[in-house]
């Protein structure tokens, strides 16, 4: 087996960038689908949220493979930068969705409705 | 694979799997090995609190409204949460308990036929030690141990994909066991047949062991679509999860209605849907409060999901103020929170679980081992010390881990009977065995040949023989008994104990071994499969 050893330098840049620029980029990525999905009408906002938190870890996964499987750091941090940046964007333009989701669940009578 | 880069890529991904094995190989080990023992952690709690192995003294049930009159007189009154578990299959007692408040959570076992409070005779160890050990550490600042566990949960799932990237053949590797040959080889083919027979179990238990607690790793989703306060949270959990939101009133509660009439309306309720069931939990919140509520959970032992289909009343009343219905997204989070509770009944399943979890602990193990192995001698010619440490906090946290729950099972069977806090005694003979188990394994981290790990192996085949002695000589329930009277779950904890000592002491032996010790007859058959591998 061809042992590849980063150097110390490498090896915590990589780590870095996988661990803080990886959750980094699954947090954009799951605000930005808990806002389009509603906005787009595809789900009501709390399935939107699951749905987006639910995929996130493997977002996260994905982004730790391959910044450690890409041959060179500069373009491993650029990327990951990059498209945290572009979800982040992307879904501070959306509107958080408005209170009373079409759903079911939120038609229910609520005996239980706070006190205004 | 000629070109650079796969090479590189597949050399990449050994690196990640090496590192993310060292960094979080103990962390993964004690969450695997106390996750494992949770399987069975209702049998455990039977096993340690021998009052509660039996039904009730007589046939008929004792009432739910019983149970009440026993809150009553025994919780604090700053309690919160009133908990009624009512007697099944797996908990044959009528358990009790209170929290919240600033209460601790507090349980209590009652005689199923005649609500009288059972004598307290050791803590539950397998529900409230070792079930929290898997998720939380015991480490409540800051949610640290949770944090801690999903680090580790996504670690795994990194460890699950680089090793497979790592491996040119999978599939002959996993054919391969040379269990004569040098330590390091033999741990290496059972590290790559534990983890690859056990892999999608592995992968689905770490991702859905996160998504369990999506709601604490990843709140980004919750702050974007509602909000970052806490009443934008309770408004995506009660639109998520159908959580009733009804703050008190503030006036003191005059009495409570029937809740065996509410018992029998929610199962009248959940026949109606389709879904008939027995209530499992009875859950009174703010119960000395006008807007006290009462929650019946059904029972989860027939279906993978963990919707409960909480029917609420409104407790003065009886009457029914909502009924838990989810949206699809949430359903799924539910199975698969399911999927990695197993609250259902199903015994072949529930024993598939434990040998999964256990292949988990090998895979563990020997991957440590094998990285130990691989270092010791090379490091010790170089002068580092770096790599005997990182082998002492190993053996430390995996055999010593062992070491520390048996230590703790057989302090369980010598407590004297009518402490006030049995559970805090046996906690702190967990920790204490625990750290004991760190130094002796520093004391001896400049041994050659594997003395703190034998030593400690040694222990535990010593200390599991002792549990199951301490059992048959302290309660009268020995494997003879329990077996003939059918009773699995404290033979069944016996046996685990007999299997685990049997084990512990073949790997003294194998441990012991000297290095490149391959038996004549073997090592030729092992070279024959090892040059067909080639």
């Not at chain 2, 025994?74 to 578990?85: E, S, V």
């Not at chain 2, 799924?332 to 679980?353: C, K, M, N, S």
């Not at chain 2, 040694?458 to 000589?473: F, K, T």
């Not at chain 2, 049997?502 to 003294?508: D, Q």
Request: overall charge positive; proline content about 5%.
């Amino acid at each position: 087996m061809a042992r590849r050893s980063f150097t110390p330098a490498e090896a915590a840049a990589r780590t870095a960038c996988a661990v803080l620029g990886g959750y980094a980029l699954a947090a954009c990525f799951t605000a930005f689908l808990s806002r389009a999905l509603p906005a787009a009408a595809v789900l009501a906002p709390s399935d939107a949220v699951l749905t987006a938190s639910m995929l996130s870890f493997i977002v996260y996964l994905a982004v730790i493979l391959r910044v450690f499987a890409l041959r060179r750091v500069r373009r491993a941090i650029a990327e990951t930068l990059a498209v945290s940046a572009a979800f982040a964007t992307a879904a501070a333009l959306l509107p958080a969705p408005a209170g009373a989701p079409d759903h079911p669940a939120a038609r229910q009578p609520l005996a239980s409705r706070s006190p205004p | 694979m000629t070109t650079a880069a796969p090479q590189g890529f597949r050399a990449s991904m050994d690196w990640l799997h090496s590192w993310a094995g060292v960094f979080f190989g103990v962390l993964l080990f004690t969450i695997f090995f106390m996750g494992t023992l949770s399987v069975f952690d209702r049998e455990i709690d039977r096993w340690a609190q021998p009052s509660s192995r039996t039904g009730g003294a007589g046939a008929e049930r004792a009432s739910l409204d019983t149970a009440l009159a026993r809150l009553r007189a025994l919780a604090p009154p700053k309690a919160t949460n009133w908990l009624i578990y009512p007697p099944s299959e797996r908990l044959p007692s009528l358990r009790i308990g209170w929290s919240g408040g600033g209460a601790d959570f507090t349980v209590r076992d009652l005689d199923p036929s005649t609500a009288e409070l059972r004598p307290a005779q050791g803590g539950p160890v397998g529900t409230r030690l070792i079930y929290p050990m898997h998720y939380s550490l015991h480490l409540k600042w800051l949610d640290l141990g949770y944090w801690l566990v999903g680090a580790a949960a996504m670690a795994m799932l990194v460890g699950i994909v680089s090793g497979v990237a790592t491996h040119r053949r999978i599939f002959k590797d996993f054919f391969t066991f040379r269990p004569d040959k040098a330590l390091q080889r033999s741990a290496l083919d059972l590290h790559n047949w534990t983890g690859v027979l056990a892999l999608p179990f592995h992968f689905a238990i770490a991702l859905s062991g996160l998504v369990i607690f999506f709601a604490i790793y990843m709140k980004a989703g919750i702050f974007a679509a509602y909000g970052t306060e806490a009443a934008d949270r309770t408004r995506f959990n009660h639109e998520a999860f159908s959580t009733l939101r009804r703050p008190p009133a503030l006036r003191p509660l005059a009495g409570v209605a029937s809740l065996d009439a509410m018992a029998a309306e929610a199962q009248r309720r959940w026949a109606g849907r389709g879904a008939p069931g027995e209530p499992m939990l009875v859950t009174l919140r703010n119960p000395r409060d006008a807007h006290a509520t009462v929650e019946l959970r059904r029972a989860w032992r027939d279906r993978v999901s963990l919707t409960a289909d909480t029917v609420s009343f409104d407790a003065a009343t009886g009457r029914v103020l909502h009924e838990e219905r989810l949206p699809p997204a949430s359903k799924v989070q539910r199975w698969i929170a399911g999927l990695h509770f197993i609250q259902f009944d199903h015994w072949l399943l529930r024993g598939l679980y434990f040998a999964m979890g256990t292949a988990g602990c090998a895979m563990l193990l020997t991957g440590t081992l094998v990285w130990c192995e691989k270092r010791r001698e090379r490091h010790a010619k170089q002068g580092l010390a770096g790599a005997s440490l990182v082998e002492a906090i190993n053996v430390a946290g995996t055999v010593g881990l062992m070491v520390a729950t048996l230590a703790m099972l057989c302090a369980n069977r010598l407590l004297p009977g009518g402490l006030d806090d049995p559970l805090g005694a046996e906690m702190r003979v967990f920790f204490g065995t625990w750290a004991a188990a760190l130094l002796h394994a520093l004391a001896l981290r400049r041994t050659t040949s594997r003395r703190h790990w034998r030593q400690q192996a040694a222990a535990v085949a010593l200390l599991a023989l002792a549990a199951v002695a301490l059992n048959a000589a302290t309660t009268g329930d020995h494997l003879l008994r329990t077996l003939a009277a059918g009773r699995w779950a404290v033979a069944g904890v016996d046996l685990g104990l007999l299997a685990g000592a049997a084990l512990a002491v073949w790997a003294t032996v194998r441990l012991g071994l000297p290095r490149r010790a391959a038996l004549p007859a073997t090592a030729a058959l092992a070279s024959q499969v090892e040059g067909e591998a080639a």
